[in-house]
């Protein structure tokens, strides 16, 4: 298998293709080595347009998905980013290539290992990785960017409540078969602007609170 190829192949029909045309995204997405996050048995089909295995029963999201996260976010090398999920931690590299500094939570102790180890693996010094409820954060750290790797049925305020004025937001609201990417920036104190991205179907967060079930 022509690894480079590949890679390439990945970002022109998947990730070029789905409307990322931002060269800084394209260009950390070239450079950081999608294989080395992805369970050893899976890293010759990690540039498959799939969804990919990961340890706990969790999973690696499509390249595709990652790249209009990031055109999204477009962190600037002094911004801070948050990460709500960590995975594999692929995400994160490519945040950390980005911005100055990123915090990622990650709900599944084996999971965080494990994108600790892809971290260190790859030489990616400027992310740290907490074992923690991304549904019970309730500090008051301010981020310029955050990512929500999970969707949520219903929306919670808590993580635009985390933003600096400015900062942006990549979260998926909703239920599957109709789930919204949004971002959301904050533009004021007490005001945000939410903008409708594309449609999309991607597993809740852990814990995240779920509409009641209507009962006749």
């Known amino acids: ?10 970002i022109e029909q998947q990730v070029h293709a789905w409307d990322v045309f931002d060269e800084r995204v394209l260009s950390t997405m070239r450079t950081v080595r999608r294989e080395q996050f992805a369970p050893t048995p899976f890293s010759q089909v990690a540039f498959a347009d799939a969804s990919i295995p990961l340890p706990g029963g969790q999973s690696m999201l499509p390249a595709k998905i990652h790249g209009r996260i990031l055109q999204a976010l477009l962190p600037n090398p002094a911004d801070v980013a948050l990460e709500i999920g960590t995975g594999s931690g692929y995400l994160s590299a490519c945040l950390g290539q980005l911005a100055a500094r990123v915090r990622t939570v990650e709900i599944l102790p084996e999971l965080a290992e494990f994108a600790r180890r892809n971290l260190f693996d790859a030489a990616i010094n400027n992310v740290s990785v907490e074992v923690a409820d991304g549904m019970q954060l309730t500090e008051q750290s301010t ?56 449609e999309t179907v991607i597993a809740p967060l852990m814990n995240a609170p779920r509409p009641s079930e209507f009962v006749f």
């Open 1 to 10: 298998m022509n690894i480079e190829l590949a890679r390439q192949q990945m």
């Open 143 to 198: 981020y310029d960017v955050i990512a929500v790797t999970g969707s949520l049925p219903l929306y919670d305020e808590r993580f635009q409540q985390a933003l600096r004025i400015g900062g942006r937001l990549f979260v998926v609201v909703g239920q599957a078969p109709v789930m919204e990417a949004w971002k959301v920036t904050r533009v004021g104190e007490r005001e945000w602007l939410r903008e409708g991205l594309f």
